[in-house]
């Protein structure tokens, strides 16, 4: 999973992040991809500022692809640069892996996700963090240019480090975060395909938790173009 442009409810405030991912395939099965980029707009009543994300970009191989079942499976590592800025909560390095399966009965659509982000940075600033997230998505096919979708979400802190700060940043920023301050969420939406190559999402992501720390809730918009 990645950043797309999205609204973030913060208590008192929201962040705005603008974005673009592209995957290269490089065989059959290897995909290079850049996964994290972009301006991010901070307006949380403490912070008011706008800068640049860190840039994150690794490799995707999708070992299992049986088109026949529809059944997919992938692995993949990447790697995040400390290149943002500091006044946004970036300016953080971390290594991250994941691991998918998709799995489709007619138009009925299922993956799994589940990604491992492992702090590296001596410089903790507000607190860093390792911590995992887990992503269940379904949608429906029902015809060549609609589907609606629903995905449960969750963000938990495995080691909160040494200068944690007591809420989490959930996909935003690393903060550290408590152990106690995870977050589970569901979105709703849908994909429209109004032309070859061309989907466009929408999504309204809210928090199922009562720790929902940053995240109050989240409009997501993105447009995937394939070539």
């Given at each position: 999973m990645a950043p797309h442009p999205s609204s973030i409810a913060l208590d008192g405030g929201e962040a705005t992040v603008i974005a673009?991912?592209?995957?290269?395939?490089?065989?059959?099965?290897?995909?290079?991809?850049?996964?994290?980029?972009g301006l991010l707009d901070l307006d949380t009543g403490l912070i008011d500022e706008s800068g640049m994300n860190d840039l994150a970009a690794g490799f995707k191989w999708a070992f299992l692809q049986d088109w026949k079942s529809q059944f997919h499976a992938a692995v993949g590592a990447g790697y995040e640069l400390a290149t943002g800025d500091d006044d946004v909560l970036q300016d953080d390095s971390e290594i991250r892996v994941w691991a998918s399966c998709n799995k489709g009965w007619g138009a009925f659509h299922l993956g799994l996700t589940a990604n491992y982000f492992m702090e590296n940075d001596d410089d903790e600033g507000l607190g860093d963090s390792d911590w995992a997230s887990f992503h269940a998505h379904a949608d429906w096919f029902v015809n060549e240019w609609f589907s609606p979708v629903v995905e449960l979400n969750a963000y938990k802190t495995i080691d909160e480090g040494t200068e944690a700060v007591p809420f989490s940043g959930i996909d935003?920023?690393?903060?550290g975060g408590g152990k106690g301050e995870d977050v589970v969420s569901c979105g709703v939406g849908f994909e429209l395909r109004p032309m070859p190559r061309l989907g466009l999402r929408a999504a309204w992501e809210f928090p199922l938790t009562d720790e929902e720390d940053l995240?109050?809730?989240?409009?997501?918009?993105?447009a995937v173009f394939s070539f």
């Open positions: 673009l991912q592209i995957r290269v395939a490089l065989t059959d099965s290897l995909q290079f991809v850049a996964y994290k980029d935003v920023a690393n903060l995240f109050g809730a989240r409009a997501t918009l993105s």
